[in-house]
């Protein structure tokens, strides 16, 4: 309890210099250079290890910051004021820490210990951990496609239900006249074509009919002998 109440009192002490970015849904591409090094930590303000763990992590902001050769820029992401971030990282936990450099992220182990925090990112031991690839890479398309769902489910929640009725009834009405726009219409030469068709039909018949008359009459004609 007394070591916790000294981590507060120190954060407080290195408030006014910590330098944790704030990162956002809009900035995090812009923030996040490839060539730079960041550890990134979610978390939420409901969250009270969350709260806990916030002055461990400006003090070793602080001094990674003021004794390292190599700049490691440290941000925070708030996972309820920025929902895409959180998806596209698949964030399950909370708080949780990435490693992120040459758009490789690393899922950092979370300790209390500011001195094993300091050692571990001074020594670059995070090569040690395999970055996570594939289909849940952050960079990869899935993640990205992750991240542009949980935007707009955050733009969708800020409209309200009427809003939201009448841009379901917009896209139902330009999808309607889209499928008519694009549907298949008869041609004018099959329009043409019909008239032709019946006509030989009924000369087809006529026809039929010629010679089942000749081939009666044929057949009624009397049979004369020859002596």
């Known amino acids: 309890m007394k070591f ?35 550890v990134v930590e979610f978390y939420a ?13 400006d003090i070793v902001e602080e001094n990674i910051r003021t004794t390292n050769y190599q700049p490691i820029y440290f941000g925070k992401v708030n996972i309820d004021e920025n929902p895409a971030l959180a998806a596209r990282f698949f964030v399950s936990r909370l708080p949780t820490l990435f490693h992120v450099h040459q758009h490789q992220v690393r899922a950092l182990p979370l300790t209390g210990d500011v001195s094993l925090m300091i050692d571990s990112l001074k020594h670059q031991e995070w090569t040690a951990i395999s970055p996570i690839g594939g289909w849940r890479s952050p960079y990869g398309l899935f993640g990205r496609l992750l991240g542009w769902t949980g935007y707009s489910v955050k733009i969708l929640s800020t409209v309200s239900p009427w809003q939201m009725i009448g841009l379901l009834f917009g ?35 006529s026809s039929s009919t010629a010679i089942n008359n000749k081939s009666s009459n044929t057949q009624k004609r009397p049979s004369r002998r020859i002596d």
């Not at 726009?181 to 008239?195: D, K």
């Open 4 to 38: 916790l109440s000294l981590l507060i009192l120190l954060s407080f002490a290195f408030g006014y210099y910590a330098q944790v970015i704030q990162v956002t849904d809009a900035n995090f591409d812009q923030l996040v250079k490839k060539s730079d090094q960041w």
């Open 45 to 57: 303000d409901w969250c009270g290890y969350c709260t806990r763990f916030a002055p461990v992590y």
């Open 171 to 205: 896209l139902l009405v330009c999808g309607l006249g889209l499928t008519s726009y694009f549907s298949p219409r008869p041609s004018s030469l099959a329009v043409n074509e019909e008239p032709s068709v019946s006509s030989a039909l009924a000369a087809g018949l």
